[in-house]
């Protein structure tokens, strides 16, 4: 009995497998990229990829990187707080996270708002802002940060917007091509999503293990 579950259920991963490669459905051509990027308001195929055609890829993506902050917060959890030492007021970490901070921001904002347009989009802007909080966390301290940045405020930001991310790309996925407004809302949304998400695993590893 159990050798013919085994024939089944190995049977049944096949056939599909089987069926794809000997190509028995009729294929369509597929259109040039540039046509495709137009259907969904993008100026690149990658954007209209991403965020068009396999828009549930990015979806599921998001999903990920959100259950990896639930995973590093409960995990390092029990491990309780560390002691972070006095840092000074003022220095040259301090100095250059003033001037460079700002810069970060609006490159950042501007790479998810331009990323349907050209090279982009709301990862390398999330991370690229997560960047400029550790560059801020190293200069003031990360709990001093964390107190200044309201981090429960921070997190309700962040699980709002998965929450619209998901919903208007479910909704989206069905009807299909929507322009280019809401490429530039889905990478802003993912933009915040990550920013938020890497700021609560610096602060949390810092938090238990001292580590930036």
């Known amino acids: ?60 993506e998001v999903l990920v990187f959100a259950l990896a902050m639930v995973g590093v917060r409960y995990t390092l959890h029990p491990l309780g707080r560390w002691r972070e030492p006095a840092i000074p007021e003022r220095g040259v970490v301090r100095e250059m996270a003033d001037v460079l901070l700002p810069v970060v921001v609006v490159f950042s904002v501007y790479l998810a708002a ?57 909704t989206g996925i069905p009807l299909g091509p929507r322009g280019s407004g809401f490429l530039v809302l889905y990478n802003l949304l993912i933009g915040i999503e990550v920013t938020i998400g890497t700021w609560v695993v610096l602060h949390h590893f810092a938090a238990h293990r001292g580590e930036i």
């Open 1 to 60: 009995m159990k050798r013919w579950s085994t024939l089944v259920a190995l049977s049944a991963i096949a056939a599909p497998l089987v069926y794809g490669l000997i190509a028995i459905p009729p294929r369509g051509a597929a259109p040039p990229w540039r046509d495709l990027a137009a259907a969904y308001g993008a100026g690149n195929g990658v954007a209209a990829v991403v965020l068009g055609a396999r828009l549930y890829d990015t979806l599921l």
């Open 114 to 170: 331009s990323g349907h347009l050209g090279p982009g989009g709301g990862f390398p802007a999330g991370a690229i802002a997560g960047s400029g909080l550790l560059l801020l966390a190293m200069a003031k301290g990360v709990e001093r940060l964390s107190r200044e940045l309201h981090e429960g405020t921070l997190e309700l930001l962040k699980y709002g917007a998965i929450a619209v991310l998901l919903v208007l790309g479910m």
